[in-house]
């Protein structure tokens, strides 16, 4: 029942900007915690951003603090995560997470490649 989609993920030169998405349904959106995590190739899936159910309590890796920026559209079932100033480093598989109390549910991944 429980869907998480993620979108937006592509190719991108340094410097550059880049939007993902992550559609939820199945679930009540409003009351589920998000975050987003990345994996790139040989290392351990990192977290990168969380945002609380109200979109009050927001939080960040300090490899993207001040760069990326953690949204939710309760209204739309999405969070954002808009990335700006992008590095190679930055090239990683990202991953949405929706997490109700003890549950997480986890989207496949998009893949953003920095490269110039």
């Known amino acids: 029942q429980v869907q998480v989609v993620e979108s937006g993920g592509g190719s991108v030169q340094p410097r550059g900007s880049l939007r993902l998405s992550c559609a939820v349904s199945g679930l009540d959106f409003s009351q589920a915690a998000m975050s987003w995590f990345r994996q790139a190739p040989g290392l351990e899936r990192e977290f990168i951003a969380g945002?609380?159910?109200?979109?009050?309590?927001?939080s960040y890796a300090d490899s993207v603090k001040g760069r990326f920026i953690i949204s939710r559209d309760n209204n739309k079932n999405t969070v954002y995560l808009q990335m700006d100033a992008l590095k190679p480093q930055d090239t990683a598989v990202y991953y949405c997470?929706?997490?109700?109390?003890?549950?997480?549910?986890w989207g496949e991944g998009t893949l953003v490649t920095v490269s110039s």
């Open positions: 945002i609380s159910t109200s979109a009050g309590r927001t």
């Open positions: 997470k929706a997490t109700m109390g003890l549950t997480s549910y």
